[in-house]
């Protein structure tokens, strides 16, 4: 006997889809649904939230690597300042220019996305722009005069780091046209610049820290490389060199877990050297559920599993992150 749909049971399903769909184009992340008219939610919808976690998360690193965060209340408060600065600020500005610049890509890729749907302006894009980047140099400042340095190393690598998201973004270099050094512009942006933040704040940046956080951004070189599988069709249509589209799917998802996989086991390798075993043998056991999930889901299929493998893996590496930063904290890097 066949059993009849029931019309409450599509509509209840298809409300939640919607729903879904909805909170999807809020948070910036893909497949999402048109038809949004609050002003507000298409300038957050721009600024893309769900990418400001891991540079937030880098600022906690930072702090962890320095060794001089003291729990308290101002100590909180920078860093909750230093968080603001680094996520909604300046990833909300790396995020809105990127759109602007990728306005022609994006009516292929994602005609959602509000800038091809129509649903804000040009201009109304270029003021959120000025405004994110102004409102992240003056709280930069803030901070330097905050935490007493002498050198305001805040607003430097503020600066450094809008110019990086400028030169990635926009021509005449537009470093995401070059698979390599675009992805790892990118990654570096989101590893290494929040976390020399963090530690900047509580401690004093050293060039130890500096390249061994350099160096962990070539793990996230691999994470930018899983970003490039939703845009291959644009890319190809429109001549850019993500790697996907240089080496074809399949070799560019293997370069992709590489890349993740071995600069963590490099840095666990380094934790050894600086006589932090046991952190050490906590990051080698982060890596392992990495490696599961990418043979479960990204290495057999990328273009249909992306994100569905970034939810599940990613966090195993951001926690990593944190037992780098207790490391060379611990030992006082």
């Known amino acids: 006997m066949t059993e009849t749909p029931n019309p409450e049971n599509i509509t209840t399903e298809q409300e939640q889809e919607e729903q879904g769909s909805k909170a999807r184009q809020l948070l910036g992340m893909k497949g999402a649904a048109d038809g949004e008219t609050s002003i507000w939610k298409i300038r957050l919808q721009l600024m893309k939230p769900i990418t400001w976690i891991p540079l937030i998360w880098g600022v906690v690193c930072g702090a962890a690597s320095s060794g001089g965060y003291v729990w308290g209340v101002e100590d909180f408060a920078m860093a909750m300042a230093c968080m603001l600065l680094s996520g909604p600020l300046l990833t909300g500005y790396t995020q809105t220019i990127n759109d602007y610049y990728d306005r022609e890509i994006d009516a292929i890729n994602e005609p959602y996305r509000p800038i091809p749907s ?53 021509p005449p ?38 390249v061994v956080t350099l160096i962990y951004s070539f793990a996230g070189l691999g994470i930018a490389i899983v970003n490039d599988f939703k845009s291959v069709e644009g890319d190809e249509e429109l001549g850019l060199k993500s790697l996907p589209v240089m080496f074809g799917v399949g070799t560019a998802a293997w370069i992709c877990v590489i890349m993740i996989d071995v600069f963590q086991i490099g840095i666990a390798g380094y934790l050894v050297s ?33 994100v569905k493998y970034q939810a599940s893996a990613q966090p195993f590496l ?16």
Do not use: C
């Not at 805040?154 to 600066?159: D, G, I, K």
């Open 118 to 170: 129509g649903a804000i302006s040009v201009p109304q894009v270029v003021t959120q722009i000025v405004v994110l980047l102004g409102s992240g140099i003056i709280l930069s400042y803030l901070l330097d005069v905050w935490a007493g340095h002498d050198f305001p190393i805040m607003l430097v690598l503020t600066l450094g780091g809008a110019f990086v998201a400028y030169i990635y973004s926009a």
């Open 173 to 210: 270099l537009k470093l995401k046209q070059n698979g390599w050094l675009g992805n790892y512009a990118l990654g570096a942006s989101y590893i290494a610049l929040p976390w020399w933040a963090g530690h900047a704040l509580f401690g004093t940046l050293t060039p130890t820290v500096m």
């Open 274 to 306: 600086i006589h932090q075993q046991l952190y050490a043998s906590i990051l080698v056991l982060l890596v392992i559920p990495q490696i599961v999930f990418q043979d479960m889901y990204f290495l057999r299929n990328p273009l249909e599993n992306d």
């Open 318 to 333: 951001v926690f990593g992150m944190l037992v780098a930063g207790l490391a060379m904290g611990h030992a006082g890097i």
